[in-house]
């Protein structure tokens, strides 16, 4: 298997990682991010554990999988997004679909009560690693 540098590109992978240090700074309530591919392995991430990173992004993927296969079940398209609430703590998947690949992203929240701007950050995010992987911004 190739390494996801050579499949993705690391600049393209350093702008993931730069995205997600973004979004999370501009919202403290959102603990941590991270990128991944449909099969788990970890593409950018704002943890600093390597053990955190790789754990979440393979349970992203593991999600992802379990998401896309109830949605067949019931005739849908898909999952577009997920939201799991534990406590005050909200963690949010989303689907990144771009002509080539498809992502999950992560984002978990420390806060309930910003559940819309979790909602609107993650989508917007989406919309611009989409634009990256599709070749539509440098």
Known sequence: MPLIENVFGANNIEKFNNILVDVVNKASHIHSAVISTTD??????TETSDK???KLAAMSGSIYSLA?????????DG????????GPKKIIWCTIQSKK????????SEDNKLLGE?????????????SILDGDQS
């Open 52 to 54: 955190s990173k790789e």
């Open 118 to 130: 979790l909602l609107f950050s993650a989508k917007e995010c989406c919309k611009l690693i989409q």
């Open 68 to 76: 896309k296969s109830i949605s067949n079940e019931i005739s849908g």
């Open 40 to 45: 788990g392995f970890c593409l950018a991430s």
């Open 79 to 86: 999952c577009d997004m997920l939201t799991l609430e534990s």
């Open 101 to 108: 690949f498809t992502l999950v992203m992560a984002f978990i």
